[in-house]
């Protein structure tokens, strides 16, 4: 065993690699009081939420409406991405499979608050 190491956290430092700078930053529009996103296009069909986390992060998610859906998919992304970097695939599958779509970040990941595993 190395020391100072479990192989937990070794496996961890190898597993997760969200993307650093975050592709996307959350702010409030003045004008709206609503959260938006930047570093994404403007949708007035994407919700941007922060939810709370038994921990006390906030964890970043887009949420994709579209008036046709019947359903509604939760998507949890890879180890490599962040939000801002799945915003096309979102609104592509949004139309194609006329669903409504939430996507959300990892502690750690994007805007989202708190550490990741390798962290």
Same mark, same amino acid.
């Given at each position: 065993? #190395? ?5 937990? !956290? #070794?496996?961890? %430092?190898?597993? $997760? ?6 592709? /996307? ?8 009081? %609503?959260? =938006?996103?930047?570093? &994404? *296009?403007?949708?007035?069909?994407? +919700? @941007?939420?922060? =939810? +709370?986390? %038994?921990?006390?992060?906030? &964890? @970043?998610? $887009? /949420? $994709? %409406? ?6 509604? &998919? ?7 991405? +962040? ?6 695939? $979102? =609104?592509?599958?949004? =139309? ?8 959300? +970040? ?5 805007? !989202?608050?708190?550490?990741? *595993?390798? !962290?």
């Amino acid at each position: 065993m #190395l020391s100072g190491c479990s192989v937990s !956290s #070794l496996a961890a %430092r190898f597993a $997760f690699f969200p993307p650093e700078p975050a592709t /996307y930053a959350v702010r409030k529009d003045e004008a709206t009081g %609503r959260l =938006v996103a930047s570093g &994404v *296009p403007r949708d007035n069909a994407m +919700d @941007v939420l922060l =939810v +709370d986390t %038994r921990r006390g992060n906030k &964890v @970043v998610a $887009f /949420y $994709f %409406r579209n008036p046709c859906a019947r359903l509604t &998919v939760l998507y949890s992304h890879g180890n490599a991405a +962040d939000l801002g970097q799945l915003y096309d695939l $979102f =609104v592509q599958l949004k =139309v194609n499979l006329k669903i409504n779509l939430m996507g959300y +970040d990892y502690s750690g990941y994007g805007a !989202s608050t708190g550490k990741h *595993p390798r !962290s």
